[in-house]
């Protein structure tokens, strides 16, 4: 198993950097999501850290989501456990009692977007050639209603509706506008700033900072909660479609196509 | 029965064009809506089509909103019949599968702003003369929750709350700078830009642009199938008030005295 | 017992002017608390007085927020019977039928920016030293839940998250940029303009405007009133923790030290 993600930890300041370095596209698969969960979960535990910074080590890219061969051709216990690894790697992230910032350093398409919404900040890259967006139209599925939430409560329900519903990429000056990054910083300043900012958020009481974080997330979290079991109903009626399966295929061709 | 809407459809794009015409201001009577909805179930119905703009007809007004007579000194099966075509109308066009692109040509006040903020996009022609909002305020009565639901998916609960207090009606400019339109076009662009914004929500797949849409707007949909005779109920023993009576016939004689 | 609470009626145009004069800072006092909530009972109960405008006769500050030494070393019934009135405050002024204005001429933390934010309409003088904002988490507290819903049915739910978690102060400018406040004038047109914005609220048709604002504020009003005992049971809690008991120990010994 390859290291997926690399977390490394700074002494002094409580703060971890989190790197995702998984060739060629930090694409969120099965092994990925659960090595990504797990290291959250030691990192909530070990009372020495209290924030982490979410970046990734390869060029151009930060993630480029879910990955689309978990989807294709697999078993229904395989499409259970890999959707349950995505709600897990979620309930983590958003629920955490860390500060989490997202270093934007490329390209975040889709569950690529989604990490970078459920931390409590966003910094991006300013070149207008990284986008970032939830595009699940365009590949004829549909995001999942707590994707969808999470986006609302970052950029509001108008925003949102038109951006989901046209599968949006939004180029980095365009998602700073929208309110989809809070920031925008030349790519070489980027950790320098993501420092900053994660200081200036641990400057502030955890249990205060922390209680207030919950107040602001426990509807949208408990609606997966609750929902669990039959959103991974969803999700396998879904994929397990021939018409979907046609589409996802499709779309991996298309890829290969443009990689070669 | 004059043909209050007029719907056309442009073969290859699968796009209709639906044009009020129902002279002097496109105000929504019983017949009007009547109409209206049952071009919308056939558009829905037609696999051909799987667009619509909504324009009108008739210079300097998008629609008055509604028919005011209606409301006045008529039997309270009357108004029973009245309110649940405006329910109708309502359901169909802001549940619609088809992509709706408002082409706000002219003034369009309370029910007309309500049915350009039903469309998935709305723009609008940048006369400062022409002027859109929910102004039910203004006339001594109050927006139904169905309409501020909508209006607050659209411009979020500041200025909703803010616009329906002071009944504001926004003229084009201040109407785009707070979200209630997308976008404005000199007049003569309007439908050429109506059309190209069109073509790019119909890039999308149907299937997955539908299923988003229907997540982003089901729970305030929702909200009227829930409680619509209860609604009803509230409209008749609101408008049958001997003191809103008298409010709307004021209301009418100062239309009547302006046009003179 | 001091004048804590001015009330003053200008006769013709039915607006009431309150000003706040309880120094050194207009600190929410069990007794301050109490006088509020009788005034805005009775203006409420007044036929004669349509609007209400809120603001500070000191200097440089409009309120400091809930008093802390009504919060340090005092007894169960001390704590609920102060609890009862900070909610007794804000369900009389968020519920209000007025039109209410703050008129914010200093600046306003904590329970300070509670009141600005339950108004109608907030002007606040254009002077960058004056900051306004929810900074419980400085003082390791955590705003109440109906803080939180006030504060997010102003400024969205990004802005409010943020801003709560970190506790932040806004100068005027930006709480302008941010739509935690409506307009910034010169300090010295603060009072004109307040009495210009009163007149253009009371134009429209007072029972109108008064249930189209219980429409905009029903769901979170309701909400503090279904969990009323719950949320006086919380503060008590959390407020009798010795670790908050010390932390706000500390936050007055500062305040004292920065005074003298």
Redesign the interface.
Known sequence: MAAATLARRIGRSGVAVMKFKSPPVNSLSLEFLTEFSISLEKLENNRACRGVIITSALPKIFSSGLDITEMCGKSIEHYTEFWRAVQEMWLRLYGSNMVTVAAVNGSSPAGGCLIALSC??RIMAENPKFSIGLN????????P?WF?DTF???????I???S????SLHPAPEAHKL?LV?ELVPEEKLMEKAAAVMA??LA??D???Q???T???KAVLDRLVAHREEDIKNFISFVSKE?IQK?LRMYMEMLKKKKS
Chains 1, 2, 3 share one sequence.
């Open positions: 409590d900040y699940e139209a365009q590949l004829g599925i549909v995001a209603f969808k609302v409560n970052v950029v509001g329900h108008r949102a509706e038109r989901l519903q046209l599968g309110g809070d200036q958020w502030l009481p249990h205060a900072r209680l207030t974080k107040m602001m997330r018409s589409s």
